[in-house]
């Protein structure tokens, strides 16, 4: 190669580095234009209630001197999905953030082309350092495009006046034991979590035990909210279901009680992205650094919300625990893997429906 193209090339690199640089506002900008857009949408699933949405949005607005008028969806994933792809293909985007998403859910709205690459770091690192520390636990592609501000784990979780604690069952195997035949809950939607064990069990051993569970007669709930619901609610004297559901049955003061997996456990990160289109990107992207990095400290006053900079609290604690004595934890943390899950997913779909 002749030296005048290896220094064109070099050149053209650092033409486009320097327009990306210069392309990247400041976060003073950000701010400015966030006053002038005043209106946030967000659809996103956790947290959902009317007076931790109110809370948040009141210390946003305090915090950098706001006056932004918030409309919140506590949608689901898949839902807010479907919804801002199919708007983004009509060129009319209305939401400004997405959420709640797993790996999953996000790898299906980046491969649908609504958003881009954004320098979080560079525009937000100094004022929310705790972003870096979200931005290391991100899954490789999503670097730059999501962020994780959740953890959501599975777990077993029991009414201790309907069976008592020794007896509630210790590993996710368990729950292929026909002993335990109708007398346990789980999610009706693929039988989730089960999908992620192919992480740990590989694609067969994840439909295999699969396949045994559905055969073992479990009580179906629409989600994982709903199969804390009818522990709590004496339906069923055990399930499998989030953390932070059996938490906020907890502070309802409803009879949960709540274990992680002493085998395998379920977990994946929710996130936030802005897609690409969003009728209001300053305020969207300073809320989503803003409430990954800080404001879910209020929102955790108000429901359990569990992040994953947390590295100190009581789930965190309890996963390290749990580890260390053997357990497994799932993760995505490569291309394949969402794959398997995938496929996964799609093949318990069919076998839930009666078609496998």
Do not use: C
Not at 112 to 129: C, D, R, S, T
Not at 149 to 172: H, M, R, S, T
Not at 254 to 267: E, S
Not at 273 to 297: C, Q, S
């Amino acid at each position: 190669m002749k030296l005048s193209s290896i220094l064109f090339g070099l050149a053209t690199l650092l033409v486009a580095e320097n327009a990306v640089a210069q392309s990247a506002p400041t976060f003073d900008q950000i701010v400015e234009g966030a006053k002038k857009e005043g209106k946030l949408t967000a659809w996103v699933l956790t947290p959902a209630k009317p007076e931790t949405t109110k809370a948040l949005i009141d210390a946003f607005n305090k915090r950098f001197g706001l006056d932004t008028q918030l409309e919140w969806v506590p949608n689901s994933p898949v839902t807010s999905n479907t919804r801002v792809i199919a708007e983004a293909a009509g060129g009319n985007v209305t939401v400004d953030i997405v959420g709640g998403g797993n790996e999953e859910e996000v790898n299906v709205a980046l491969k649908a082309g609504i958003m881009k690459p954004y320098p979080w770091l560079e525009v937000f690192g100094a004022q929310f350092p705790a972003l870096k520390t979200l931005e290391d636990k991100t899954f490789p592609d999503f670097k730059g495009v999501a962020i994780p501000y959740y953890q959501a784990v599975w777990g077993v979780g029991w009414n201790p006046n309907l069976i008592a604690d020794a007896d509630v069952p210790e590993k996710y195997t368990d729950f292929a034991d026909p002993k335990w035949s109708g007398k346990f809950g789980h999610n009706s939607f693929f039988l989730s979590p089960q999908p992620m064990l192919t992480n740990v069990l590989g694609y067969d051993g994840t439909i295999a035990l699969a396949k045994s569970i559905i055969d073992n007669h479990p009580v179906y709930s629409r989600g994982s909210a709903a199969a804390s619901q009818d522990v709590s609610n004496g339906v069923v004297p055990f399930g499998i279901f989030l953390y932070n559901h059996a938490e906020q049955a907890k502070r309802a003061n409803q009879p949960v009680k709540f274990k992680l997996f002493a085998d395998y456990i379920p977990a994946a990160y929710g996130h936030l992205f802005v897609p690409d289109a969003a009728p209001h990107p300053n305020t969207a992207r300073l809320f989503t650094a803003w409430f990954a990095a800080e404001g879910y400290k209020i929102a955790a006053e108000y429901e359990p919300i569990s992040s994953p900079a947390d590295t100190e609290g009581p789930l965190s604690k309890l996963m390290e625990e749990r580890i260390a004595h053997g357990a497994k934890r799932t993760a995505f943390k490569t291309d394949q893997d969402l794959e398997a899950s995938a496929k996964a997913r799609a093949e318990i779909t069919l076998m839930l429906s009666g078609q496998k």
